[in-house]
Protein backbone atom coordinates (compact mmCIF):
# COMPACT_ATOMS: atom_id res chain seq x y z
CA UNK A 1 0.00 0.00 0.00
CA UNK A 2 1.42 3.69 -0.78
CA UNK A 3 3.01 5.41 2.51
CA UNK A 4 3.91 8.80 3.23
CA UNK A 5 7.73 9.67 3.53
CA UNK A 6 8.23 12.97 5.70
CA UNK A 7 11.32 14.88 4.80
CA UNK A 8 13.75 14.02 7.26
CA UNK A 9 17.17 16.04 8.29
CA UNK A 10 19.26 13.51 5.91
CA UNK A 11 22.93 13.77 4.91
CA UNK A 12 22.30 15.22 1.94
CA UNK A 13 21.09 18.21 2.96
CA UNK A 14 24.65 18.72 3.46
CA UNK A 15 26.31 17.21 1.47
CA UNK A 16 28.56 18.89 -1.38
CA UNK A 17 27.06 19.84 -4.75
CA UNK A 18 29.31 17.15 -6.65
CA UNK A 19 27.62 14.55 -4.63
CA UNK A 20 24.22 15.34 -5.88
CA UNK A 21 22.08 15.31 -9.19
CA UNK A 22 22.04 18.14 -11.59
CA UNK A 23 18.49 19.32 -12.32
CA UNK A 24 17.27 20.67 -15.68
CA UNK A 25 13.67 23.14 -14.57
CA UNK A 26 11.09 24.78 -16.59
CA UNK A 27 8.61 27.14 -15.24
CA UNK A 28 9.88 29.47 -12.93
CA UNK A 29 6.56 31.03 -11.85
CA UNK A 30 5.14 31.50 -8.48
CA UNK A 31 5.13 27.90 -7.63
CA UNK A 32 8.72 26.70 -9.74
CA UNK A 33 10.30 29.53 -8.89
CA UNK A 34 10.28 28.92 -5.35
CA UNK A 35 10.73 24.78 -6.00
CA UNK A 36 13.75 25.20 -8.62
CA UNK A 37 15.64 27.92 -6.03
CA UNK A 38 15.09 25.58 -3.02
CA UNK A 39 16.83 22.92 -4.62
CA UNK A 40 19.61 25.69 -5.36
CA UNK A 41 19.90 26.67 -1.71
CA UNK A 42 20.36 22.97 -0.84
CA UNK A 43 23.46 22.78 -2.96
CA UNK A 44 21.90 21.37 -6.18
CA UNK A 45 22.95 22.37 -9.36
CA UNK A 46 20.12 23.42 -11.60
CA UNK A 47 19.84 24.89 -15.00
CA UNK A 48 16.17 26.60 -15.36
CA UNK A 49 14.23 27.68 -18.27
CA UNK A 50 10.97 30.87 -18.52
CA UNK A 51 9.99 31.95 -21.25
CA UNK A 52 9.61 35.53 -19.03
CA UNK A 53 12.94 36.72 -18.85
CA UNK A 54 12.24 38.43 -15.49
CA UNK A 55 11.82 35.17 -13.77
CA UNK A 56 15.03 33.63 -15.03
CA UNK A 57 16.88 36.54 -13.73
CA UNK A 58 15.27 36.19 -10.21
CA UNK A 59 16.71 32.66 -10.32
CA UNK A 60 20.10 33.38 -11.35
CA UNK A 61 20.05 35.96 -8.80
CA UNK A 62 19.06 33.28 -6.23
CA UNK A 63 22.56 30.74 -7.74
CA UNK A 64 20.53 29.07 -10.60
CA UNK A 65 21.92 28.88 -14.35
CA UNK A 66 19.73 30.29 -17.05
CA UNK A 67 18.68 27.77 -20.09
CA UNK A 68 17.98 29.96 -23.45
CA UNK A 69 15.99 26.67 -24.37
CA UNK A 70 14.12 23.33 -22.98
CA UNK A 71 16.86 21.47 -24.82
CA UNK A 72 19.71 23.36 -22.93
CA UNK A 73 18.04 23.04 -19.59
CA UNK A 74 17.61 19.33 -20.25
CA UNK A 75 21.44 19.08 -21.27
CA UNK A 76 23.58 17.25 -19.20
CA UNK A 77 21.38 16.78 -16.57
CA UNK A 78 20.04 13.67 -14.61
CA UNK A 79 16.47 15.40 -13.73
CA UNK A 80 14.13 17.51 -15.45
CA UNK A 81 11.52 18.92 -12.86
CA UNK A 82 8.17 20.93 -15.16
CA UNK A 83 6.50 23.24 -13.41
CA UNK A 84 4.83 24.76 -16.43
CA UNK A 85 1.36 25.57 -16.11
CA UNK A 86 -0.37 23.14 -17.96
CA UNK A 87 -1.09 19.93 -20.36
CA UNK A 88 -0.59 21.60 -23.38
CA UNK A 89 3.01 23.46 -22.45
CA UNK A 90 4.27 20.45 -21.67
CA UNK A 91 3.32 18.63 -24.41
CA UNK A 92 5.23 21.27 -26.24
CA UNK A 93 8.16 22.07 -23.87
CA UNK A 94 8.52 18.15 -24.07
CA UNK A 95 8.17 17.45 -27.93
CA UNK A 96 8.05 20.94 -29.94
CA UNK A 97 10.92 22.26 -32.47
CA UNK A 98 14.20 21.39 -32.62
CA UNK A 99 14.96 22.90 -28.51
CA UNK A 100 12.98 20.98 -26.90
CA UNK A 101 13.32 18.67 -23.50
CA UNK A 102 13.34 15.32 -25.74
CA UNK A 103 16.27 16.94 -28.19
CA UNK A 104 18.53 17.67 -25.04
CA UNK A 105 17.83 14.77 -21.95
CA UNK A 106 20.19 12.44 -22.10
CA UNK A 107 19.80 8.33 -22.40
CA UNK A 108 18.39 6.57 -19.34
CA UNK A 109 17.29 10.28 -17.76
CA UNK A 110 14.31 11.03 -15.58
CA UNK A 111 11.52 13.53 -16.33
CA UNK A 112 9.46 14.76 -13.19
CA UNK A 113 6.06 16.20 -14.09
CA UNK A 114 4.94 18.03 -11.22
CA UNK A 115 2.64 20.19 -12.83
CA UNK A 116 -1.45 20.05 -12.08
CA UNK A 117 -2.72 17.96 -15.46
CA UNK A 118 -5.61 15.52 -16.03
CA UNK A 119 -4.78 11.51 -15.34
CA UNK A 120 -4.76 10.51 -18.94
CA UNK A 121 -2.14 13.13 -20.02
CA UNK A 122 0.53 10.95 -18.24
CA UNK A 123 -0.67 7.78 -20.28
CA UNK A 124 -0.22 9.78 -23.63
CA UNK A 125 3.28 10.82 -22.34
CA UNK A 126 4.64 7.71 -22.01
CA UNK A 127 2.96 6.70 -25.23
CA UNK A 128 4.63 9.52 -27.31
CA UNK A 129 7.86 9.19 -25.62
CA UNK A 130 7.84 5.61 -26.50
CA UNK A 131 6.37 5.54 -30.33
CA UNK A 132 6.55 9.20 -31.57
CA UNK A 133 10.06 9.62 -30.58
CA UNK A 134 11.73 6.43 -29.97
CA UNK A 135 12.67 7.89 -26.84
CA UNK A 136 11.09 4.69 -24.05
CA UNK A 137 14.69 4.97 -22.01
CA UNK A 138 13.56 8.29 -20.47
CA UNK A 139 12.13 7.92 -17.45
CA UNK A 140 8.33 9.65 -16.50
CA UNK A 141 7.86 10.03 -13.08
CA UNK A 142 4.03 11.94 -12.15
CA UNK A 143 4.73 13.98 -8.97
CA UNK A 144 2.30 16.89 -9.13
CA UNK A 145 2.39 19.10 -5.60
CA UNK A 146 0.45 20.81 -3.06
CA UNK A 147 0.89 23.54 -0.70
CA UNK A 148 1.06 26.90 -1.56
CA UNK A 149 4.02 29.37 -2.59
CA UNK A 150 5.82 29.17 0.57
CA UNK A 151 6.20 26.02 1.10
CA UNK A 152 6.93 25.27 -2.49
CA UNK A 153 10.09 28.20 -1.26
CA UNK A 154 10.69 26.12 2.12
CA UNK A 155 10.81 22.48 0.88
CA UNK A 156 7.55 21.57 2.55
CA UNK A 157 4.80 20.59 0.00
CA UNK A 158 3.26 18.15 -0.45
CA UNK A 159 4.32 15.70 -3.48
CA UNK A 160 1.90 13.12 -4.76
CA UNK A 161 4.09 10.66 -6.16
CA UNK A 162 3.77 7.85 -8.84
CA UNK A 163 6.10 5.42 -10.96
CA UNK A 164 8.36 2.33 -11.17
CA UNK A 165 9.32 2.26 -7.67
CA UNK A 166 13.02 1.78 -8.47
CA UNK A 167 12.41 5.00 -10.87
CA UNK A 168 11.28 6.58 -7.57
CA UNK A 169 14.03 5.89 -5.36
CA UNK A 170 16.88 7.35 -8.10
CA UNK A 171 14.60 10.55 -7.74
CA UNK A 172 14.29 10.68 -4.05
CA UNK A 173 17.14 13.62 -2.82
CA UNK A 174 15.20 15.81 -5.58
CA UNK A 175 11.79 14.70 -4.75
CA UNK A 176 12.39 14.70 -0.67
CA UNK A 177 13.62 18.37 -1.02
CA UNK A 178 10.77 19.62 -2.52
CA UNK A 179 8.71 18.23 -0.26
CA UNK A 180 7.45 17.91 3.91
CA UNK A 181 4.89 14.98 2.65
CA UNK A 182 6.20 12.73 0.19
CA UNK A 183 3.95 10.08 -0.55
CA UNK A 184 3.73 7.30 -2.95
CA UNK A 185 0.56 6.29 -4.96
CA UNK A 186 1.51 3.73 -7.15
CA UNK A 187 1.49 3.43 -10.99
CA UNK A 188 2.07 6.27 -13.23
CA UNK A 189 -1.21 8.84 -13.21
CA UNK A 190 -1.99 7.81 -9.62
CA UNK A 191 -0.31 11.09 -8.33
CA UNK A 192 -2.64 12.99 -10.87
CA UNK A 193 -5.04 10.96 -9.54
CA UNK A 194 -4.55 12.21 -5.96
CA UNK A 195 -4.00 15.77 -6.91
CA UNK A 196 -6.68 16.15 -9.28
CA UNK A 197 -9.34 14.60 -5.87
CA UNK A 198 -7.50 16.70 -3.89
CA UNK A 199 -8.13 20.04 -5.69
CA UNK A 200 -11.96 19.04 -5.65
CA UNK A 201 -11.92 19.85 -1.86
CA UNK A 202 -10.02 22.72 -2.56
CA UNK A 203 -12.00 24.11 -5.04
CA UNK A 204 -15.21 24.05 -3.68
CA UNK A 205 -13.57 25.35 -0.17
CA UNK A 206 -11.93 28.98 -2.06
CA UNK A 207 -15.60 29.53 -3.48
CA UNK A 208 -17.16 28.73 0.05
CA UNK A 209 -15.30 31.29 1.89
CA UNK A 210 -16.27 34.16 0.03
CA UNK A 211 -19.57 32.78 -0.15
CA UNK A 212 -19.53 32.83 3.74
CA UNK A 213 -17.92 36.29 4.20
CA UNK A 214 -19.41 37.95 1.99
CA UNK A 215 -22.89 36.58 3.66
CA UNK A 216 -21.33 38.18 6.97
CA UNK A 217 -20.99 41.45 5.38
CA UNK A 218 -24.33 41.60 3.59
CA UNK A 219 -26.16 41.88 6.90
CA UNK A 220 -23.71 43.72 9.18
CA UNK A 221 -21.93 41.52 11.14
CA UNK A 222 -18.56 41.88 12.37
CA UNK A 223 -16.51 39.52 10.17
CA UNK A 224 -13.41 39.80 11.95
CA UNK A 225 -16.28 38.34 14.59
CA UNK A 226 -17.30 35.96 12.73
CA UNK A 227 -14.34 34.80 11.02
CA UNK A 228 -12.74 33.97 14.22
CA UNK A 229 -16.14 31.84 15.32
CA UNK A 230 -15.43 30.40 12.17
CA UNK A 231 -12.15 29.16 12.90
CA UNK A 232 -13.14 27.82 16.58
CA UNK A 233 -16.14 26.20 14.60
CA UNK A 234 -16.91 22.91 12.38
CA UNK A 235 -16.91 25.62 9.08
CA UNK A 236 -13.43 25.82 9.52
CA UNK A 237 -11.57 24.98 6.52
CA UNK A 238 -7.55 25.43 5.35
CA UNK A 239 -9.07 28.01 2.68
CA UNK A 240 -10.96 29.62 4.75
CA UNK A 241 -8.47 30.83 7.30
CA UNK A 242 -6.21 31.78 4.53
CA UNK A 243 -8.38 33.66 2.13
CA UNK A 244 -10.97 35.39 4.92
CA UNK A 245 -7.61 37.57 6.20
CA UNK A 246 -7.32 38.68 3.11
CA UNK A 247 -11.06 40.01 2.77
CA UNK A 248 -10.34 41.67 5.54
CA UNK A 249 -7.54 43.56 5.12
CA UNK A 250 -9.19 44.43 1.30
CA UNK A 251 -5.57 42.77 0.07
CA UNK A 252 -5.94 41.56 -3.42
CA UNK A 253 -2.22 40.91 -4.07
CA UNK A 254 -2.35 37.62 -6.19
CA UNK A 255 -1.05 35.32 -3.73
CA UNK A 256 -3.33 32.93 -6.18
CA UNK A 257 -4.65 33.86 -8.82
CA UNK A 258 -8.16 32.76 -10.13
CA UNK A 259 -6.75 31.53 -13.24
CA UNK A 260 -5.03 28.71 -11.10
CA UNK A 261 -7.92 27.19 -9.14
CA UNK A 262 -10.05 27.36 -12.37
CA UNK A 263 -7.72 25.73 -13.95
CA UNK A 264 -7.62 22.86 -11.61
CA UNK A 265 -11.63 22.63 -11.40
CA UNK A 266 -11.27 22.44 -14.93
CA UNK A 267 -9.50 19.16 -14.93
CA UNK A 268 -11.87 17.94 -12.08
CA UNK A 269 -14.75 18.88 -13.99
CA UNK A 270 -14.07 17.57 -17.19
CA UNK A 271 -12.23 14.01 -15.21
CA UNK A 272 -15.39 13.53 -13.54
CA UNK A 273 -17.56 14.14 -16.93
CA UNK A 274 -15.06 11.46 -18.90
CA UNK A 275 -15.73 8.90 -16.08
CA UNK A 276 -19.39 9.82 -15.88
CA UNK A 277 -19.11 10.38 -12.22
CA UNK A 278 -21.42 13.58 -10.54
CA UNK A 279 -19.97 16.06 -9.07
CA UNK A 280 -22.83 18.83 -8.57
CA UNK A 281 -20.63 20.73 -5.91
CA UNK A 282 -17.39 21.14 -8.11
CA UNK A 283 -19.46 21.70 -11.34
CA UNK A 284 -20.95 24.82 -9.50
CA UNK A 285 -17.82 26.08 -8.04
CA UNK A 286 -16.10 25.65 -11.66
CA UNK A 287 -18.96 27.79 -12.69
CA UNK A 288 -19.03 30.26 -10.08
CA UNK A 289 -15.13 30.55 -11.36
CA UNK A 290 -16.28 31.40 -14.80
CA UNK A 291 -18.34 34.10 -13.31
CA UNK A 292 -15.74 35.28 -11.75
CA UNK A 293 -13.73 35.59 -14.96
CA UNK A 294 -16.65 37.58 -16.87
CA UNK A 295 -16.07 40.05 -14.19
CA UNK A 296 -12.34 40.46 -14.90
CA UNK A 297 -11.21 38.44 -12.00
CA UNK A 298 -8.69 36.33 -13.99
CA UNK A 299 -5.24 37.53 -12.74
CA UNK A 300 -6.53 38.72 -9.29
CA UNK A 301 -6.19 36.64 -6.16
CA UNK A 302 -8.87 34.18 -5.65
CA UNK A 303 -10.18 35.71 -2.49
CA UNK A 304 -11.33 38.41 -4.17
CA UNK A 305 -14.15 36.35 -5.31
CA UNK A 306 -15.78 37.70 -2.30
CA UNK A 307 -16.97 40.53 -4.50
CA UNK A 308 -19.35 38.52 -6.86
CA UNK A 309 -21.48 38.63 -3.89
CA UNK A 310 -21.76 42.17 -3.19
CA UNK A 311 -22.82 45.15 -4.86
CA UNK A 312 -20.73 46.61 -7.14
CA UNK A 313 -20.21 49.62 -5.66
CA UNK A 314 -19.31 48.13 -2.24
CA UNK A 315 -16.15 45.71 -3.35
CA UNK A 316 -14.52 46.52 0.16
CA UNK A 317 -17.51 45.66 2.50
CA UNK A 318 -15.87 42.68 4.24
CA UNK A 319 -13.37 45.25 4.93
CA UNK A 320 -15.72 48.13 6.01
CA UNK A 321 -17.65 45.48 8.45
CA UNK A 322 -14.57 44.82 10.53
CA UNK A 323 -15.40 47.96 12.34
CA UNK A 324 -19.06 46.91 12.85
CA UNK A 325 -20.85 46.48 16.40
CA UNK A 326 -19.17 43.24 17.19
CA UNK A 327 -22.03 43.09 19.80
CA UNK A 328 -24.72 42.59 17.10
CA UNK A 329 -25.30 38.66 16.92
CA UNK A 330 -27.95 38.45 14.16
CA UNK A 331 -29.49 40.95 11.73
CA UNK A 332 -32.30 39.52 9.17
CA UNK A 333 -31.95 36.64 11.52
CA UNK A 334 -28.65 35.66 10.15
CA UNK A 335 -25.88 35.18 12.65
CA UNK A 336 -22.36 34.09 13.14
CA UNK A 337 -23.62 30.54 13.63
CA UNK A 338 -26.26 30.99 10.34
CA UNK A 339 -22.60 31.74 8.55
CA UNK A 340 -20.78 28.82 10.23
CA UNK A 341 -24.25 25.91 9.29
CA UNK A 342 -23.37 27.02 5.70
CA UNK A 343 -20.08 26.24 5.59
CA UNK A 344 -20.61 23.13 7.66
CA UNK A 345 -23.11 22.26 5.35
CA UNK A 346 -21.31 22.99 2.03
CA UNK A 347 -18.10 21.50 3.52
CA UNK A 348 -20.03 18.00 4.46
CA UNK A 349 -21.52 17.52 1.33
CA UNK A 350 -18.27 18.49 -1.01
CA UNK A 351 -16.32 16.01 1.27
CA UNK A 352 -18.54 13.02 0.84
CA UNK A 353 -18.48 14.02 -3.06
CA UNK A 354 -14.49 13.98 -2.91
CA UNK A 355 -14.59 10.44 -1.37
CA UNK A 356 -17.40 9.05 -3.80
CA UNK A 357 -14.76 10.41 -6.84
CA UNK A 358 -11.84 9.13 -5.17
CA UNK A 359 -13.96 5.69 -5.17
CA UNK A 360 -15.34 5.31 -8.40
CA UNK A 361 -12.09 6.87 -10.00
CA UNK A 362 -10.10 4.30 -8.30
CA UNK A 363 -6.60 3.76 -7.82
CA UNK A 364 -6.36 5.53 -4.53
CA UNK A 365 -6.72 3.95 -1.18
CA UNK A 366 -9.66 5.62 0.76
CA UNK A 367 -8.06 5.45 4.26
CA UNK A 368 -4.54 7.01 2.41
CA UNK A 369 -6.83 9.91 0.77
CA UNK A 370 -8.21 10.87 3.96
CA UNK A 371 -4.64 11.30 5.44
CA UNK A 372 -3.59 13.22 2.68
CA UNK A 373 -6.33 15.54 2.46
CA UNK A 374 -6.68 16.41 6.65
CA UNK A 375 -2.73 17.58 6.17
CA UNK A 376 -3.11 19.28 3.07
CA UNK A 377 -5.00 22.69 1.83
CA UNK A 378 -8.14 20.47 0.99
CA UNK A 379 -8.24 20.00 4.63
CA UNK A 380 -12.13 21.43 6.25
CA UNK A 381 -13.17 20.13 9.73
CA UNK A 382 -16.01 18.48 8.39
CA UNK A 383 -13.95 16.21 6.55
CA UNK A 384 -11.84 15.28 9.41
CA UNK A 385 -14.99 14.63 11.46
CA UNK A 386 -17.52 13.12 9.19
CA UNK A 387 -15.84 11.42 6.76
CA UNK A 388 -13.32 9.30 9.53
CA UNK A 389 -16.26 7.76 10.35
CA UNK A 390 -17.25 6.87 7.15
CA UNK A 391 -14.44 4.65 6.14
CA UNK A 392 -15.07 1.40 7.52
CA UNK A 393 -18.28 1.15 5.33
CA UNK A 394 -17.04 2.68 1.89
CA UNK A 395 -20.37 4.14 1.18
CA UNK A 396 -19.80 7.33 -0.46
CA UNK A 397 -23.60 9.15 0.14
CA UNK A 398 -25.04 11.87 2.44
CA UNK A 399 -27.35 9.09 2.78
CA UNK A 400 -24.85 6.61 4.91
CA UNK A 401 -23.29 9.48 6.81
CA UNK A 402 -23.92 9.82 10.25
CA UNK A 403 -25.54 13.00 11.43
CA UNK A 404 -26.20 14.60 8.43
CA UNK A 405 -29.45 14.76 8.26
CA UNK A 406 -29.18 17.41 11.14
CA UNK A 407 -26.48 19.20 9.01
CA UNK A 408 -28.72 19.44 5.77
CA UNK A 409 -31.73 20.81 8.15
CA UNK A 410 -28.90 23.81 9.26
CA UNK A 411 -28.02 24.27 6.24
CA UNK A 412 -31.69 24.44 4.52
CA UNK A 413 -32.80 26.82 7.83
CA UNK A 414 -29.74 28.86 6.16
CA UNK A 415 -29.86 28.86 2.49
CA UNK A 416 -33.76 30.25 3.48
CA UNK A 417 -32.58 33.37 5.21
CA UNK A 418 -29.97 34.21 2.04
CA UNK A 419 -33.18 33.87 -0.10
CA UNK A 420 -35.58 36.34 1.95
CA UNK A 421 -33.03 38.96 1.60
CA UNK A 422 -32.02 37.92 -1.91
CA UNK A 423 -28.56 36.73 -1.25
CA UNK A 424 -26.73 34.53 -3.96
CA UNK A 425 -25.97 31.62 -2.46
CA UNK A 426 -25.25 28.93 -5.35
CA UNK A 427 -22.66 26.49 -3.23
CA UNK A 428 -24.89 26.59 -0.38
CA UNK A 429 -27.73 26.11 -2.79
CA UNK A 430 -25.99 22.77 -4.98
CA UNK A 431 -25.45 21.46 -1.19
CA UNK A 432 -28.61 21.29 -0.02
CA UNK A 433 -29.98 19.13 -3.16
CA UNK A 434 -27.50 16.78 -2.08
CA UNK A 435 -29.00 16.94 1.13
CA UNK A 436 -33.07 16.68 -0.09
CA UNK A 437 -31.37 13.70 -2.66
CA UNK A 438 -30.21 12.31 0.77
CA UNK A 439 -33.82 12.15 2.58
CA UNK A 440 -35.63 11.17 -0.39
CA UNK A 441 -33.51 7.81 -0.24
CA UNK A 442 -33.59 7.15 3.65
CA UNK A 443 -37.49 6.64 2.49
Known amino acids: ??????????????????????????GLGAMGGGMAKN??????????????????????????????????????????????????????????GEDCVVKGLGKGKTFILCSTTPPAFLHELRKRLDSEFNRSD???????????TLRAGDGSLSIFSSGPDDHLDEAKAVLECMSGNLYRMGGISNGTKTKTIHQLLA???????SEAMGLAATVGLNT????????????????????????????????????????DTTIVTDTARAESIPCPLSNTAHYTYLQGVQAGL????????????????????????????????????????TVNDLLCGIHLAASVEGMYFCHKLGGIESR??????????????MFEKYIAKMLEKESWTLTDCPGAEDVGKRLGEAVKKCDAIGYPCPMASAALQQFHFAGLARK
Open 298 to 337: LKDDDAKLVQLYLPSSQGDLVSKMTTADAKMNSNHQISKD
Open 39 to 96: LVKNGFSVKGFDLFQPLVDSFVEAGGKAAKSPKEAATDVDFFVSMVANSAQNSSLLFD
Open 224 to 263: QTVMEHVQQSDGDSFMFSNRAPHMLKNDWTALSALGIILK
Open 138 to 148: IKLLDCPVSGG
Open 203 to 209: GTNIITA
Open 1 to 26: MASPARKENLNWHHSTTMSKPTVGFA
Open 368 to 381: LMYEIIVKAAGWNR
